[in-house]
């Protein structure tokens, strides 16, 4: 049979053929939007809308905000030299000034700024002061998002890193790891553990939607054969049943799937190659008296930062892309981080810069450092617009903020937060300029309206004071 408009579940999947030993069990691909999947319209008919999505991107430490903000506001704006990687999708975007996360302050607490702007980032609540166990702060607008639509999708939600991050033990003057190492919070005593590892988040997205993905794919040597073989049988029998413009989608989606992949391999074969390289030079030629050094590269982390968050960043639209879920967070490091950034020419590491005290050297490497990473969120914003679903792209039907919750991290400042808005929410949303709000707005009144535009209205969320009414 052929699938005709609307015949298709939005929510089908291709699975695994099993044997006789179960082989196959709990492997599911989701489908990209297919025509099948969209009921024909009436003449003069509106077209069925695209699910929206929302994605909260953070980085850590602020930034050089003379450099970041652009000198006029409006539509016809110029992108600040920071920004300036984000040129080919400005037309797609929103920055937004002035506003802040006021419980990222002490209130009292003394120091603990960095641990404090992580935590109160997407809750706008107060983290309770604490190294131990007892840690608190709010519901993150992600998990809210996830309370109420989440059950729409295979995932509520997902949560991505770069660095890995302690829960327990104190990290940021007498403030828990917990808080430095998480935007994400279920509840205000639970945060979400974020994935790092790139065939980690390919297994959950594929698997059994476990965080360590399925038994099968755990055994097996993973890619040494391609999801897309496991589940051949049941492809082979959609693309029959396809007309000519879902067969040609689903084979550049599958033609993506196996790049990504086949990208995932290469870079756990690079990072594995060079921990064996280092562990080979230092025990052929160790120093005296020297032990062999304990090495920082986990299994399936690439050691090429790049190739790490662009890795991410592709997981992440092939999770919205799929409507495996609807709700993503992606902390490109954890609060405090220091990080080196050898690939722009910065040795030193990013938190020890940002308490720059006016040295110009060091404000034009964090400026380096600002810079890279914006270009990497660019990348984000033209992997989404480069998809096509429905009467638009993926970008249209997509939120995604790019931010931090510190501005100037010389002196930990939690006002006019550098934010960037990408995506239209399919349609409700007006991009392509700058806006300047009164200094001291509630970024949680931004999480507001996007939580309207996400069918996830709810009226209040942290320190929220109403909505922003000039975003569409």
Not at 24 to 51: D, N, Q, S, Y
Request: hydrophobic letters at 35%; glycine letters at 10%.
């Amino acid at each position: 049979m052929t699938w005709n408009h609307g015949q298709l579940n939005r929510r089908s999947f291709l699975r695994t053929a099993r044997d006789g030993a179960g082989i196959g069990a709990g492997i599911a691909v989701g489908l990209p939007l297919l025509e099948a999947m969209t009921p024909r319209l009436a003449r003069g008919a509106a077209p069925a809308k695209a699910p929206v999505r929302a994605a909260f991107v953070f980085f850590p430490n602020g930034a050089i905000m003379d450099r970041w903000t652009p000198a006029s506001v409006g539509d016809s704006f110029t992108l600040s030299e920071t920004l300036a990687p984000l040129e080919s999708v400005k037309s797609e975007l929103i920055v937004l000034s002035g506003l802040a996360q006021d419980n990222g302050r002490a209130k009292g607490d003394g120091p603990g700024d960095h641990a404090r702007s992580a935590a109160s980032f997407l809750t706008g609540a107060h983290p309770f002061k604490t190294a131990g166990a007892d840690i608190r702060v709010g519901m993150s607008v992600d998990q809210a998002a996830a309370d109420r639509i989440g059950g729409r999708t295979r995932l509520p939600s997902l949560e991505l890193g770069i660095e890995r991050g302690r829960q327990a033990g104190g990290c940021d003057s007498g403030y828990s790891c917990a808080y430095s190492n998480s935007i994400s919070w279920k509840n205000a005593t639970t945060p979400m553990a974020k994935e790092i590892q790139p065939r980690l988040v390919f297994e959950r997205l594929f698997g059994t939607g476990s965080a360590g993905g399925s038994r099968e794919m755990r055994d097996r040597d993973f890619f040494r054969q391609s999801i897309l073989d496991l589940v051949a049988e049941d492809a082979r029998a959609l693309r029959r049943s396809l007309g000519p413009t879902d067969r040609r989608k689903i084979d550049e989606y599958f033609t993506g799937v196996r790049e990504l992949e086949q990208r995932i391999q290469r870079a756990e074969q690079n990072a594995r190659q060079e921990r064996q390289d280092i562990a080979a030079s230092a025990s052929s030629s160790p120093s005296v008296g020297s032990a062999v050094p304990k090495l920082d590269l986990p299994d399936g982390v690439p050691s090429d930062l790049a190739t790490h968050i662009r890795l991410m960043s592709d997981l992440m639209v092939l999770a919205f892309r799929t409507d495996a879920t609807r709700v993503c967070t992606f902390m490109l490091a954890n609060e405090g981080s220091n990080r080196t950034y050898p690939m722009v020419g910065v040795t030193e590491g990013h938190h020890q810069l940002s308490h720059h005290q006016a040295n110009r050297d060091k404000i034009e490497k964090i400026q380096k450092i600002d810079v890279f990473l914006a270009s990497q969120f660019a990348y984000l914003v033209e992997q989404l617009r480069a998809v096509s679903e429905g009467e638009g792209t993926l970008l249209d039907h997509s939120m995604i903020l790019y931010g931090s919750g510190l501005s100037d991290g010389n002196r930990h400042r939690h006002d006019d937060l550098p934010i960037v808005l990408a995506g239209r929410a399919g349609g409700a949303i007006k991009p392509g300029r700058h806006i300047k709000y009164e200094r001291e707005t509630p970024l949680n009144n931004l999480f507001l309206s996007m939580l309207d535009r996400l069918d996830a209205t709810t009226e209040q969320l942290g320190d929220s004071s109403g909505r922003l009414s000039d975003l569409g």
